[in-house]
């Protein structure tokens, strides 16, 4: 059923808590491979950081990078899964749209990310890149809520 699923984390606790329920789908549905997805951020200068200069911005990119490539490695040498691929995706953009269009692209059968369940006000200040994946992603996303999550509406 799944045979490729897609792992987006973004260098948190509480994103690598999917990370079990992986394990578990992947054991247990002969998944192929499993891609750990990093999305890196447009950088785009406020009026406060207009004197970075283009070889610091630079620079800054470039060590942001590094460290999600090596973050990536890290999770990929922790997590336990026997005869199933683990693939590292570095990509640049809005988080929530390029996850989506990486799974279309790259016909991926399932999205596994954490989410706070935050709802109403706290929702609607903060966002939700697991919200907006879940709306704009064409396939299944398990959303797992992160340990601590409060429960109500």
């Known amino acids: 059923m799944y045979k490729k699923i897609l792992v987006p984390l973004d260098g948190s606790e509480m994103a690598e808590c999917v990370l079990p329920h992986v394990e578990s789908i992947a054991k247990g549905c002969g998944v192929g491979s ?62 929530a749209e390029r996850i989506a269009e990486y799974a279309t692209e790259n016909e991926i059968d399932l999205i596994t990310i954490a989410t706070h369940g935050r709802s109403g006000v706290s929702r609607w200040a903060w966002g939700s890149v697991a919200d907006r994946i879940l709306r704009s992603a064409c396939v299944p996303v398990l959303m797992i809520k992160a340990p601590g999550c409060v429960e109500g509406i």
Not at 44 to 70: C, G, M, R
């Open 34 to 95: 499993v891609i750990l997805i990093r999305v890196l951020d447009t950088y785009i200068p406020s009026s406060y950081h207009a004197h970075i200069s283009e070889t610091l911005k630079k620079e800054l990119d470039e060590n942001s990078e590094k460290w999600a490539k090596e973050y990536l490695d890290e999770v990929a040498g922790r997590i336990s899964l026997d005869g199933v691929g683990v693939e590292r995706q570095l990509i640049m953009g809005r988080p």
